[in-house]
């Protein structure tokens, strides 16, 4: 059976090369059939074996172009010709095991996320890594769009308001997907000392925030000059072992 693994790219922040990156983890950490779909704006430079769909027309008020809540429309009633359940990537993270699991873990549930790293016991999901069914929670979607900024006051981020508005929401097991920057990095000061490791279960690394893949990989922590007195990451050589 294939299995369906989304990406949304937009904007200029993330080159193709983080979609190509992607593609070519996924592949790696499967075992079955492949459908590898990127919903964009601008599709040059893709992989070709990335199935590529148009970005739905940008109608929302001008502060939502580059914000996460742009990525509502997934909720729609149909969203291309996709069906069933639908792994979602964020482009910025690494793929580091095997991504059947994501699909094999409680297939009933409508919504299976990683639970939000900081916000541990309070039911809220990162959306970074979510596998949700085409068509299960319209009203999410509908709600959104009927006042946009009402939603964004109320909830501030669009996980949050997907989390606390669904109906329905399972969350996978913690090992598999860490944060970089939250799990990974040593505490002040050991992270002057100690290169974060990568523990042996964690399928997912996401890179919220700051450092990105390539800046963590260097040793470069971007901050303001006294932040840097805390905030601070050592050259860590197993991100390029993945991300490629």
Known sequence: MTQTVLCLKWGTR?????????YSMVKRNTQRPLRFVCITDDAED????????????????EFFRNRPFRRMFIWDETL???????LHFDLDLLVTGGIDDFFDFKPESSFCVAENWTQE????????????????????????????MKAYHDYHNSQTFVSKQITEIDF?????????????IPAWPMNFIQTPPLPKDVKVVAFT??????????????????KKIYKHVRPTPWIAEHWR
Request: net charge positive.
């Open 14 to 22: 993330y080159g193709p090369h983080y979609a190509n990156r992607l």
């Open 172 to 184: 996978f097991p913690s090992k598999w997907c860490v944060s970089f920057k939250h799990n990974l």
């Open 46 to 61: 893709l992989d070709p074996g990335i199935e590529v769909k148009p970005m739905p027309p940008f109608t929302l008020p």
């Open 121 to 148: 016991g309070r039911g809220i999901g990162n959306m970074s890594v979510f596998r949700f069914r085409i068509g299960s929670h319209p009203y999410l979607y509908q709600r959104f769009i009927a006042d946009p």
């Open 80 to 86: 291309f010709d996709l069906e069933g359940n639908v």
């Open 209 to 226: 925030g700051k450092p990105d893949p390539d800046e963590a990989l260097e040793g470069r922590y971007p901050a303001p000059w006294w």
